[in-house]
């Protein structure tokens, strides 16, 4: 498994002491090799997390790539290391579809991994769907969320400690349901409705970037040449797409393959 690894300045500045926090931009041949290797990435946080905490909470995201992340997860010897029972997880963002909707990012995720693992449901959080207990509201959908969160919040905080958060990136930056120009990309959250989205469906929730930005690590995962250019321009700067603006407080990782990272600045890139 080949890894080329740079890290850069990133390109926005969250810290609490204005500092900028370092991105890593790693880059894998393909796809194939890029799902495996976030795999093997992610068995290796959550242990490390389980060692330090007890627990460890990941926030999940929906697409192909993650996708077949969490196939890689299911198909990786190494995730038997993992006591599954202690996992808490979380959504990054929803398309705000019936429960069981092949279209929503928890279907996806279950089929793909978390119905072969023995998690402790009372630790999975999926964010609510029309036919929930809320009905076809995404603001109070997203409200519910919000005290979901917030009820497994240290300290009487808004949000749990988020030890990863893992974010496919849309062909126009977008993370989560954060979408460029779109108002949410403005929301301070932690949790909001989005209507009108520009990538179907038009309603959905999610997370904010600033409640992203809450997580100790961020990886940002990307595969082919579609996105080579939203890539691109995040890892250029200015911080204006969502996908730029995001940042873990220990840790920002760009996790591509080799079609992803073609318009990349080239030193971030070696050959
Ligand atoms: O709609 C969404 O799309 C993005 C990116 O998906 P991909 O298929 O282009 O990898 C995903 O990160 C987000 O969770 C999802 O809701």
Redesign the pocket.
């Given at each position: 498994m080949s890894e080329r690894q740079r890290a850069i300045p990133g390109p926005g500045a969250h810290a609490a002491d204005g500092s900028v926090p370092a991105a890593a931009v790693v880059v894998h041949a393909d796809a194939g090799v890029l799902a495996q290797a976030v795999a093997a990435r992610l068995i290796v946080r959550v242990l490390d997390a389980q060692a330090a905490r007890g627990t460890a909470d990941v926030v999940l995201?929906?697409?192909?790539?993650?996708a077949a992340v969490y196939r890689a997860v299911l198909a990786s010897p190494a995730r038997d290391a993992v006591d599954w029972s202690r996992v808490n997880l979380w959504w990054?963002?929803?398309?705000f579809l019936p429960a069981g909707d092949p279209e929503r990012?928890e279907t996806q995720a279950r089929e793909a991994l978390l119905d072969s693992l023995p998690l402790d449901s009372a630790r999975v959080h999926p964010m609510p769907p029309p036919d929930g207990p809320d009905g076809a509201d995404p603001e109070l959908a997203a409200a519910r969320y919000a005290a979901e969160l917030a009820r497994h919040a240290p300290d009487g905080g808004a949000l749990p400690h988020f030890d990863l958060v893992l974010?496919?990136?849309?062909?126009d930056g977008?993370?989560?349901?954060v979408f460029p120009g779109h108002p949410v990309s403005a929301e301070t959250g932690p949790v909001c409705a989005v209507r009108d989205s520009p990538?179907p469906p038009p309603l959905?929730t999610t997370l904010t970037i600033p409640a992203l930005d809450t997580a100790d690590e961020v990886w940002l995962i990307?595969a082919g040449p579609d996105?080579a250019e939203a890539v691109g321009a995040a890892l250029s700067g200015p911080a204006l797409l969502p996908a730029a603006r995001v940042h873990g407080v220990s840790r920002t990782v760009w996790l591509l393959d080799r079609a992803a990272a073609a318009a990349a600045p080239a030193h971030l890139v070696p050959s």
């Open positions: 995201t929906g697409g192909r790539v993650a990054g963002d929803e398309r990012n974010l496919g990136v849309g062909e977008h993370v989560a349901s990538k959905r990307a996105k």
